[in-house]
C-alpha cells in the first residue's frame, strides 16, 4: 500500500449528492492502495472531496481490477479494452430524488406528530441510496404503518384491517388498495422470507408510499394554508350606481 499527497488540491469530476449531479470537486486527501500477483491485480483509490460548486464535503473511493473490464472502440475504430470501475460516495449518491414536501428530512405538514415518520422516512431513503433493499422494503411497511398510526388507525390492528379501516374512512381509493396491499406484503415477504426486491420494484412501491402520505398528510395542510390565505383577500364592494334623473323635455 502507497499514500500519495500529489493529487492534493487538484480538481476531479465527482458526483456531489448536495447538489444533485457531476461536479468540479478538489481534493484535499487522497490514499492509493493496490495489490495482487501475476494472474490477479486490484486496486483503488479514496479520495476527501469538496464540490466547487456548493462547498460540501465527501468521500469518494474508486476501484477496479484485472478481471473487471469491458470492450470499446477508439478514434480508429479498432477495438480496444478498458477497465470497468466502480466508485461509491459516501454520503452515498441518492437513489431515489426525496419529494419536495420531504426535502429537510422532515414532512411538510401542519401537524406536530410526525417526528416518527420523519426518522423513518430517513432511514428508508438512507437504505435505498445504499443499496440496502431488504430493509427498504421493510422500511415502506414500517413508514406505511406509522402514517397510518397518525391518521388514528389502531396500531393493534393487523395490516388487513388497518387497510380496510383505510378505505372505509375514503383515506384510501378502492382502486389504491390493490397497491397499497402490494407494498405491505412486499415489506413482509422481505421481513420473514428475505425476498430481496430490484431497484424498479421499490421505485414502484416508493410511489405508492410517497401518493399515500402526500394525499392524506401534506396535501391536507397545503389546502389547509391555501384558505387561510384566501379568507384573508378582501374584495373592496361593488359600488352601488345611482340611478340618473330624468331629464325634464319641458324646461327651456
Known amino acids: 500500500m502507497t499514500s500519495e499527497e500529489s493529487k492534493i488540491g ?11 449531479g457531476p461536479r468540479n470537486c478538489e481534493i484535499h486527501g487522497h490514499y492509493a492502495e493496490s495489490d495482487g500477483d501475476d494472474n490477479f491485480q486490484w486496486y483503488r483509490d479514496w479520495y476527501l472531496l469538496s464540490c466547487r460548486g456548493c462547498d460540501h464535503v465527501f468521500a469518494q473511493s474508486v ?4 478481471e473487471d473490464y469491458d470492450y470499446d472502440y477508439d478514434s480508429n475504430g479498432e477495438v480496444v479494452r478498458t477497465h470497468v470501475e466502480t466508485v461509491r460516495s459516501w454520503p452515498a449518491k441518492s437513489k431515489r430524488e426525496r419529494p ?18 420523519d426518522a423513518s422516512l430517513l432511514e428508508l431513503y438512507g437504505a435505498l441510496d445504499h443499496e440496502l433493499y431488504v430493509l427498504a422494503s421493510i422500511g415502506m411497511r414500517t413508514s406505511f404503518d406509522i402514517a397510518a398510526e397518525l391518521l388514528g388507525v389502531d396500531p393493534a390492528k393487523s395490516f388487513a384491517e388497518k387497510v380496510k ?19 405491505v406484503d412486499a415489506g413482509s415477504a422481505s421481513a420473514h422470507r428475505g425476498w430481496k426486491p430490484g431497484l424498479s420494484d421499490l421505485d414502484a ?6 401518493d399515500f402520505i402526500y394525499n392524506n398528510i401534506v396535501l391536507p395542510a397545503k389546502k389547509k394554508a391555501a384558505a387561510e390565505k384566501i379568507a384573508k383577500v378582501k374584495v373592496p364592494p361593488k359600488q352601488k350606481r345611482t340611478k340618473a334623473s330624468p331629464v325634464d323635455s319641458s324646461a327651456g
Request: overall charge negative; proline content about 0%; some cysteine.
Open 100 to 117: 419536495g414536501w420531504f426535502a429537510g428530512d422532515v414532512v411538510e405538514s401542519d401537524r406536530k406528530d410526525t417526528f416518527s415518520l
Open 165 to 183: 379501516d383505510l378505505v372505509e374512512r375514503s383515506l384510501i381509493k378502492e382502486a389504491e388498495k390493490d397497491h397499497i396491499d402490494i407494498l
Open 10 to 20: 487538484q480538481t476531479i469530476k465527482a458526483h456531489c449528492s448536495a447538489c444533485g
Open 205 to 210: 412501491l416508493m410511489g405508492t408510499l410517497e
Open 63 to 66: 476501484s477496479s481490477n484485472s
